[in-house]
């Protein structure tokens, strides 16, 4: 099956659509009215909430009972945490955690 090109610009200038969409929609909705109280908590928690919830699922396969007992796992969330700390930026700190992830894979 041959796709060319003009179904490629399609499919892409649809999906920028739709993403633009998605994105502008609460613009939308709550421009004309006040923020309602639950979604100003909403923007307080959520961010906090998403990323516990994402280093638990990181998590949820490490075996803590065997050699080497989580440790590359344990040192890399530490090495995210130390890294961010230090630099307050999102991509120091998933790349320092990544190349001692990686690093610590390889070792251990």
Not at 34 to 48: D, F, G, M
Not at 60 to 80: D, N, Q
Not at 96 to 101: I, P
């Amino acid at each position: 099956m041959k796709i060319d090109t003009a179904y490629s610009f399609c499919v892409i200038l649809i999906c920028a659509v739709v993403t633009l969409f998605t994105r502008a929609l609460p613009f939308i909705v709550f421009s004309r009215e006040k923020t309602p109280e639950y979604i100003k908590y909403l923007s307080a928690v959520l961010p906090r909430t998403i990323m516990v919830i994402l280093v638990l699922y990181c998590l949820r396969g490490t075996v803590f009972s065997e050699r080497p007992y989580g440790a590359g796992e344990i040192l890399s969330c530490l090495a995210v945490w130390g890294a961010h700390e230090v630099s307050r930026n999102m991509y120091v700190s998933i790349i320092a955690g990544t190349v001692c992830y990686m690093l610590l894979t390889r070792l251990l």
